[in-house]
């Protein structure tokens, strides 16, 4: 890193070898951490210099230019369009679909799953063109925590990033049970535990280990380490045959379905589909993968339209079409919870077409971990280049151009997490942790548009404010009426009028920034309609999921005021302090 001058020198000398770098410097290159009494007079300047990080907005050229160089060796452009859309296939069909379909159905649902995941599709792709105009405005590794650290600041990205991290950990354990779930399946349909070690000393939902989880995690997070170009290939090619196994899956299903399994078709009422729709919005995730590529992508300015855009709105109607035919084969209440496919084939008679499911099953989830695994990884290269966390993990190996030390740090925890954690607890804290990314970056690209820093009036940025609260608040009343069962529709037409006054208003102010390339259309309708849905899902979870979810956002502050804020601060004036430096030389000369 350039922050400390010894360090510097030694690269100047000799450059360094990628596996030695194990000094503290590497890890803590920062002023704050030179040692106790640095650290110390740090920790008494805490309330300034948080203030400083709560009032600091990154810019584009930052993220695109200068943060970068953080990880000295620059990853290789080498993905097209064609790449881009087998990559959010790959990411996103075998990540939820062959996952949690069983459980939402049989829980929460029933037949109505087809619905939910029609809502929670179309708040994916109101999601998606969010993360589109950002991919192609700011073509960085850092997906949504670059784009909420322009617009938002240095804090709510933090936050965002510990949420990043949380949903890449939970994201790929429950990936990495549910496979061997499926592969269980292959062999016994009566119980898909039979692998797992159970150890009657350790509470529910965590006394199940899975060894196999541990295996297919490392084996796949080091084909990810290997290389971008290599791994995109193995995915198209996996997805492809993947997509031929899921429209045989389809076809049958409708042959051999019976429609009387689909009544009742709302047996757990329109709360049950939102329920499950916040649930299953698990399945839709992994999209932002493709945003996260931006900065191996050959052309982002169409290439990411294309692979965000047109994979999505495959995706969409391949789910509702799924749901559809496993609810059809099977009745709601005899759907099996993590291997719902490969169980409903077995009810049919077509015992043999078990066994092509669970490898379509099992390739799709491989799919969805080898894409994860290098979207996860470069989040948190960004991250670390930020200096949120050790920007040793921002290094970037010269020869892969892949960033294997943060892909390391990915795949060791979320192994340690899928040993010993049931996927009923991942998926509540997975999307509690999904859907409020994808609200801050609905609020961000309205800042985007409406505030630009030393252009936008002072009355304009009030009355925008006044608007985002509107929108924000007559959201949450929504999302408050309907979890608390009041009856009547007064309160429901209230709050959607105030949603209504809130967005038009907006509509009327003038915008201060266009996109230069690629925009949202219906701008401010689409993202106000997004934060909306958004709020509404994530108010259908549960209450333990809010507790989970707090619980480790506190943890995450915890750390924020600890570390986070002190390296930031550092790395923020030092880079400010450069160009003073540069020109008080140039002047001596």
Known sequence: MDLHPEQEGQQDSKPRSYWSRWSKQD????????????????????????????????????????????????????????????????????????????????DDAGPAIVLSYAVSGLSAMLSVLCYTEFAVEVPVAGGSFSYLRIELGDFVAFIAAGNILLEALVGSAGLGRSWSSYFASIFRTDDTDFLRIRVKSLPDGFNLLDPIAVVVLLVV???????????????WIASIASGLIIVFILIVGFVKGKTENLVPFFPYGAKGVFEAAAVVYWSYTGFDMVANMAEEAKKPSRDIPVGLVGSMSLITVVYCLMALVLCMMQKYTQIDRDAAYSVAFEAIGMNWAKYIVSICALKG????????????????????????????????????????????????????????????????????????????????????????????????????????????????????????????????????????????????????RVPKVWGVPLVPWLPALSIGINVFLIGSLGYVAFLRFFICTAVMVLYYLFVGVHATYDVAHQIEQEPRTQEGNENAS
Not at 37 to 61: E, F, V
């Open 27 to 106: 890890f803590f290159p920062e002023n704050t951490f030179q040692n106790f009494n640095s650290y110390k007079d740090a920790l008494s300047h805490t309330p300034s210099r948080l203030k400083d990080r709560l009032l600091h907005r990154s810019s584009d050229s930052f993220e695109l230019l200068q943060l970068p160089k953080q990880s000295e060796n620059l990853m290789k452009r080498c993905l097209t369009w064609w790449d881009l859309i087998w990559l959010g296939f790959g990411a996103v069909v075998g990540s939820g679909i062959f996952v949690i379909t069983g459980q939402a159905t049989r």
């Open 221 to 235: 997070n080091s084909i990810a380490m290997s290389g971008t170009r290599r791994t995109s290939v193995l995915n």
């Open 365 to 512: 989830m491989t799919t969805s971990l080898l894409v994860g695994s290098m979207g996860q990884a470069r989040y948190t290269t960004q991250i670390a280049r930020a200096h949120m966390i050790s920007p040793w993990f921002a290094l970037v190996h010269p020869k892969t151009g892949t960033p294997i030390y943060a892909t390391v740090l990915v795949t060791l925890v979320s192994a340690v997490v899928a040993l010993f954690t049931s996927l009923d607890v991942l998926s509540s804290v997975f999307s509690f942790s999904t859907l409020c990314i994808f609200m801050f970056v609905a609020i961000a690209l309205l800042v985007r548009r409406y505030y630009v820093k030393d252009v936008t009036p002072t009355t304009d940025l009030v009355k925008f404010l006044v608007c985002l609260f509107l929108i924000i608040g007559s959201s949450t009343g929504i999302t408050t009426t309907w979890n608390t069962g009041m009856r009547g529709w007064v309160w429901y037409v209230v709050f959607s009028v105030i949603w209504l006054v809130g967005t038009l208003w907006m509509a009327l102010l003038p915008k201060h």
